[in-house]
T-cell receptor, first 115, second 113 residues
Framework: NAGVTQTPKFRILKIGQSMTLQCTQD?????MYWYRQDPGMGLKLIYY???????DKGEVPNGYNVSRSTTEDFPLRLELAAPSQTSVYFC??????????????FGEGSWLTVV | AQSVTQPDIHITVSEGASLELRCNYS??????LFWYVQSPGQGLQLLLK??????LVQGIKGFEAEFKRSQSSFNLRKPSVHWSDAAEYFC???????????FGTGTRLKVLA
């Protein structure tokens, strides 16, 4: 009953370091998303993907990169980490197949601190 | 552009009291609407959703929400709040075609014993 799995759950980075947040889903969903959550700001979409090999920018893509080589995996890469990237990151997925497929399922989050 | 507004940042209610959390959206067509709950340190869990049909939808944990097109609202309600309902609640709208989800800024609920 895994659903959407994110790793790591917690990470501290130094300014300028790079890292990848891993995300995998076992529901065979076409659509995958990365959000960041900052206090009082709700969730902001970083990148999303509508299928393997297809990605697109969301509201706040600067400083991040993604890839989607398989249906299951959607890693988020932070290049040259900055303090402004301290946040909680959520990976999510949805089926996107017809009206009943439009429910989005979330991972448990990754808490990232850049110092 | 689509948007979701949750006008109340914090709400405090006594256990057993009724609850209403407000959500207003801006979207040209009929939206797909959702309410999610986030407990501290956890991910977001779906409470309920509206796609079409009956404008009063029932969700988990005794929550319900009513879609009012004339008011562009999708308010969340619960007749009697339990201490375990203390959490942050997010309203979201999905756009058809692009499958993008827009979230409100959240309402943090505190429940007094």
């Amino acid at each position: 009953n895994a659903g959407v799995t994110q790793t790591p759950k917690f990470r501290i980075l130094k300014i300028g370091q790079s890292m990848t947040l891993q995300c995998t889903q076992d529901m065979n969903h076409n659509y995958m998303y990365w959000y960041r959550q900052d206090p009082g700001m709700g969730l902001k979409l970083i990148y999303y993907s509508v299928g393997a090999g297809i990605t697109d920018k969301g509201e706040v893509p600067n400083g991040y990169n993604v890839s989607r080589s398989t249906t299951e995996d959607f890693p988020l890469r932070l290049e040259l980490a900055a303090p402004s990237q301290t946040s909680v990151y959520f990976c999510a997925s949805s089926n996107g197949q017809g009206i009943s497929g439009n429910t989005i399922y979330f991972g448990e989050g990754s808490w990232l601190t850049v110092v | 552009a689509q948007s979701v507004t949750q006008p109340d940042i914090h709400i405090t209610v006594s256990e057993g009291a009724s609850l209403e959390l407000r959500c207003n959206y801006s979207y040209g067509a009929t939206p797909y609407l959702f309410w999610y709950v986030q407990s501290p340190g956890q991910g977001l869990q779906l409470l309920l959703k509206y796609f079409s049909g009956d404008t009063l939808v029932q969700g988990i944990k005794g929550f319900e929400a009513e879609f009012k097109r004339s008011q562009s609202s999708f308010n969340l309600r619960k007749p009697s709040v339990h201490w375990s309902d203390a959490a942050e609640y997010f309203c979201a709208v999905a756009t058809s075609g692009t499958y993008k989800y827009i979230f409100g800024t959240g309402t943090r609920l505190k429940v007094l014993a």
